[in-house]
Nanobody
Framework: QVQLVESGGGLVQAGGSLRLSCATS????????MGWFRQAPGKEREFVAT????????YYADSVKGRFTISRDSAKNTVYLQMNSLKPDDTAVYYC???????????????WGQGTQVTVSS
C-alpha cells in the first residue's frame, strides 16, 4: 500500500501563497491518480484538486479554480499543490490521497496522508 506524507502547511496572510507537497513511497507512483482534499473545523472533507497518473488531466473545485495548481513529479514520486491568492476560507487541514482514477469523490481514493494544517489570516 502506498504511503503518503504531506508537508508545506503553515500560517500565511490572506493573499499569500503556499506550496504543499505529498511524498509517496513505492515504485508505482505513475499508476495512481492523486488528489488533494481539505477539511475545515466543523465541516466535511471536501475535494480540492486531482491529477491523473500521467499528469495530463487535472480537475479543480470551483472554489480554488484559477488560484490553485496541482502537479506531479514522477522522478520524485511527489505531488504538489501550489496555492496562490489564499483566503481565510482556505483554512483547513489538507490531505493528499492516492487512487485508481482522478475523481472528486473521496471514496475513490484508498490511500491517505496524515494531513497538513493551512491557516490563512485576514
Amino acid at each position: 500500500q502506498v504511503q503518503l506524507v504531506e508537508s508545506g502547511g503553515g500560517l500565511v496572510q490572506a493573499g499569500g501563497s503556499l506550496r504543499l507537497s505529498c511524498a509517496t513511497s513505492g515504485r508505482t507512483f505513475s499508476l495512481y491518480a492523486m488528489g488533494w482534499f481539505r477539511q475545515a473545523p466543523g465541516k466535511e472533507r471536501e475535494f480540492v484538486a486531482t491529477i491523473s497518473g500521467s499528469g495530463r488531466s487535472t480537475y479543480y473545485a470551483d472554489s480554488v479554480k484559477g488560484r490553485f495548481t496541482i502537479s506531479r513529479d514522477s522522478a520524485k514520486n511527489t505531488v504538489y499543490l501550489q496555492m496562490n491568492s489564499l483566503k481565510p476560507d482556505d483554512t483547513a487541514v489538507y490531505y493528499c490521497a492516492a487512487g485508481g482514477s482522478a475523481a472528486t469523490d473521496a471514496k475513490a481514493y484508498g490511500g491517505w496522508g496524515q494531513g497538513t494544517q493551512v491557516t490563512v489570516s485576514s
